[in-house]
T-cell receptor, first 111, second 114 residues
Framework: GENVEQHPSTLSVQEGDSAVIKCTYSDSASNYFPWYKQELGKRPQLIIDIRSNVGEKKDQRIAVTLNKTAKHFSLHITETQPEDSAVYFCAASKYANDMRFGAGTRLTVKP | EAQVTQNPRYLITVTGKKLTVTCSQNMNHEYMSWYRQDPGLGLRQIYYSMNVEVTDKGDVPEGYKVSRKEKRNFPLILESPSPNQTSLYFC?????????????FGDGTRLSIL
């Protein structure tokens, strides 16, 4: 089955800097790659997703890039703000039932 | 409002006392799933259901049961809870299981088994 590795496990940046979180996956047939943000004590919420027929997707300060050949994808957050502080999870799947999540990255944005 | 509702949100109980965590979604989603979240391990799938009366094991099914008698409900049953099932549990749903779609998560249930 799919295996997803996520790095780094913790990331601390200064407000206004950029943050990058990287994930690798093992199953070359995976075609859907969502990113979830989980604030303390709350549910994971989808912030952006990308499908394998697209190399990059942007939504305001958030972007995701996908390299199918290397089997890795990354989340980029620009102009970070304190409210971006949370745990971020990547995931990869072909179907809903085989979605596998990374272990998470705790992002801290210092004011 | 479209949502996934879990109950209870918090539960402290003792080893061996059967418990059920309910999950209900109002989005007419076909696919529903249960995850447990433990520090450093991310979200691990316990059981999933592709549709009514169709359920299957995920990565960590031992000690759990599920049922899907109605499309909207997907309860998680711990017949004889043990301390290693102390965790944060999330129910999730998505439109279809046959293709990957965004998953919508409930607010979570924090279980403590003493």
């Amino acid at each position: 089955g799919e295996n997803v590795e996520q790095h780094p496990s913790t990331l601390s940046v200064q407000e206004g800097d950029s943050a990058v979180i990287k994930c690798t996956y093992s199953d070359s047939a995976s075609n859907y790659f969502p990113w979830y943000k989980q604030e303390l004590g709350k549910r994971p919420q989808l912030i952006i997703d990308i499908r394998s027929n697209v190399g990059e997707k942007k939504d305001q300060r958030i972007a995701v890039t996908l390299n199918k050949t290397a089997k890795h994808f990354s989340l980029h957050i620009t102009e970070t703000q304190p409210e971006d502080s949370a745990v971020y999870f990547c995931a990869a799947s072909k179907y809903a039932n085989d979605m596998r999540f990374g272990a998470g990255t705790r992002l801290t944005v210092k004011p | 409002e479209a949502q996934v509702t879990q109950n209870p949100r918090y539960l402290i109980t003792v080893t061996g006392k059967k418990l059920t965590v309910t999950c209900s979604q109002n989005m007419n989603h076909e696919y529903m799933s249960w995850y447990r979240q433990d520090p450093g391990l991310g979200l691990r799938q316990i059981y999933y259901s592709m549709n009514v009366e169709v359920t299957d094991k995920g990565d960590v099914p031992e000690g759990y049961k599920v049922s899907r008698k109605e499309k909207r409900n997907f309860p998680l049953i711990l017949e004889s809870p043990s301390p290693n099932q102390t965790s944060l549990y999330f129910c999730a749903s998505s439109l279809k299981g046959a293709e990957s779609q965004p998953q919508h998560f409930g607010d979570g249930t924090r279980l403590s088994i003493l």
